[in-house]
């Protein structure tokens, strides 16, 4: 497989920002400064309607797969009826229980939830459409990703309620057990590219459109990944921190309005963010099933027109969101379609199943590269 | 050594079949996807009971004998016959008689068995109540019909689904006057050999009775 790598430079907001601003005549400092808010601030707004978006795909979905309508009279469609929840809980009475550690049983939320909203740093849109390239990138991710289990002990211990205790002990184990086919199968994908970057993941995936996306190359890898990000989400199958049938609510048992809206904004925008990592490493990040550059050329236009930059980049974000959101679909479905997993089970797949597996995905994968440098980056 | 590749071979398996029935599972509810909601939109719409539904209990006071024969039917002795004995004519005067919903079954026995056919089941379904006490319901509550679903102007009357034409799974905007699936007991009655004689045939005079060959 022909993986040559065709860079271009694509829609560069940044630069373009400081042109503009260099040409009114500010300085160079203070128009880097002006910049810097304005993808963060896009990046968290667009992450906080993702995870809007998703409750209602999430509701309607089920509703349809059980044959019911669903929320509908919260505007059309029932399409503000999770702004209304949100609402709900911004206004609700904030409860801290009487022998609560009151310290840990705040921090707990905010630990969970920041460092998923950090890890949207190395999300990639396009070749410059995304907030900063890290040479780090995936390992970032998953670095970031190890710190959620702390803030779930944390406010599992605090609440001083043995479903809490029970349930954060159930959700660290889970992501702790599950971390390490994940950071393997990454490793995988990591060794192709020779980069840790997620740019750098995706341009390796761009030679040849959807024959050159990783999922060829790394099947198992991808199912194990998606498994493995499920449990770290804690979706449905490994649902277990929260089984509501055993512990009411597992570690979010003592929590009411604003405090359980971070743990079910942090649930949602995990969900979101791994959706988004799928389809990075591969499905091919942003690029279109058949290479913008060919169809470019086939036009007879120039990569590096301004208008066909601004549609290429335009067409890579609505790319990478509609392959997360099919990825999500897919989840929602998967929630209706399986059973919860018991804890020994969870832990037997992980430890015993998905981590030999992934092992030998790397092993195979290595001696792939050193047998077939060009398909499997030399 | 081969007992390690056995159970390689093993768990191989394991995976495929697991892979094989999930991919079956999510074709179910893909399936699913495409299927029209069966909510019915309950306060504004609502099922019509059907004919032999078992809802709360009407009572006719009028026809009651006090034979309390209700009472030894019951499951548990609910209904509360309460009688004197009129020295003068030598007949049972009933007072007061009353059921307590909070309690019922609804199991029907007592309207099985009553000899004069004073009770009978409703179709009211709806026994909502703030106070369980204000379930015991007094011969006048019992006495009360119920709202019919299909003359309440605030309703939309549905169809259940056996009382659906062959063939339509969605009951709403059908005409009244589509026939359900299946015969009619008078159309069975119909088809059922006229008996010859004056004397009624059992058969002929139940009307949920199957056609004799």
Redesign the interface.
Known sequence: MQTFVVVTPGLDLQASFLDLLDDFGVSQGLAHLLWLPLPMLTVLVSAVVGVLVNVWLERK?S???????GPEYAGALGILQPLADGLKLLFKEDIIPAKADGLLFTLGPVLVLVPVILSWLVVPFGQNLLISNVGVGVFLWIALSSIQPIGLLMSGYSSNNKYSLLGGLRAAAQSISYEIPLALSVLAIVMMSNSLSTVDIVNQQSGAGIFSWNIWRQPVGFVIFWICVLAECERLPFDLPEAEEELVAGYQTEYAGMKFALFYLGSYINLVLSALLVSVLYLGGWGFPIPVEWLAGLLGQSVDAPLVQVITGSLGIVMTVLKAYLLVFFAI??R???PRVRIDQLLDLGWK?LLPVALVNLLVTAALKLAFPGAFGG | MFGFLKKVGD?TQD?VSAAKY?TQ??G???D??R?????VQYPYEKLIPSERYRGRIHYEFDKCIACEVCVRVCPINLPVVDWVMNKSTKKKELRNYSIDFGVCIFCGNCVEYCPTNCLSMTEEYELAAFDRHSLNYDNVALGRLPTSVTSDPAVVPLRELVYLPKGVMDPHDLPATTPRVGRLPEQVLETLPRPATAAPDPAAADPGATPQP
């Open positions: 979905i509703a349809a797969v059980q044959q019911r309508i479905l998967l209706w379609t399986v199943f | 768990y995976a999930i599972g999510l179910v509810t893909f699913h996807l299927r029209r909601p069966i909510t």
